[in-house]
Structure formats: C-alpha cells, structure tokens
Nanobody, 122 residues
C-alpha cells in the first residue's frame, strides 16, 4: 500500500495550491481518507476528511471556506484544494486512509503518505 502526495511547493500569501494523494495497492472504495498537516515545532493537525463512496466531507473550522477536499474515484486519488493561503498554513501536509469504514468513522488511519511541503511566503 502506498499513498503518494504531490502538489506542494512555495506560494505567495493569497495564492492557491492543490495537493493530490494517489493510492496504489489500496482502494479508497468503501472507506475514507483524510488530510493532516504538521508545522515546525507543532503537533500534527487534522484538517479534514472524506467518505469515499458518497463524497461527503468535513473540514475543520480553522480552514473552512479556504480548504476543500475532493476525490476522483476513477483515479483513486484524493485532493486538498487550498485557497487564500496564509503564512501560518506553512507545514508538511500528509494524506491518510483507513483500512475500513469503521476505522475511518472512528478516526483511525492505517496508511500514510510521505508528506509534501507547503511554504507560504512572500
């Protein structure tokens, strides 16, 4: 099982990025995924999650309205669209997936990507 994030980079404040999380050896079908981030010196932070089959999402309040999660079922890929980026969004962003819907519902994640760096700076 492998989750591979891509799309990170350096962006100016106010800019946008779309992160991708491509899965191999694993299908999101009948389960769900999530996005986390970890800023330097801080604990890992949950950003939001998506229930794969029906596409419902939850985004934490701190980034709601700026970040959205989506998926492409044909590509077995999850996305994190980030708009109006701020310097405090600088972090390593990780995607995660659960082995079953019950584990996803309980907030347990079994598979993790390697992370992609997002830096917001002028």
């Amino acid at each position: 099982v492998q989750l591979v994030e891509s799309g990170g980079g350096l962006v100016q404040p106010g800019g946008s990025l779309r992160l991708s999380c491509a899965a191999s050896g694993f299908t999101f079908e009948n389960t769900g995924g999530a996005w986390f981030r970890q800023a330097p010196g801080k604990e890992r932070e949950f950003i939001g999650r998506i229930r794969w089959n029906i596409g419902t999402t939850y985004i934490v309040e701190s980034v709601r309205g700026r970040f959205t999660i989506s998926r492409d079922t044909s590509q077995n890929t999850m996305y994190l669209q980030m708009n109006s980026l701020k310097p405090e969004d600088t972090a390593i962003y990780y995607c995660a997936a659960s082995a079953s819907i019950s584990r996803w519902s309980g907030g347990s994640y079994d598979y993790w990507g390697q992370g992609t760096q997002v830096t917001v700076s002028s």
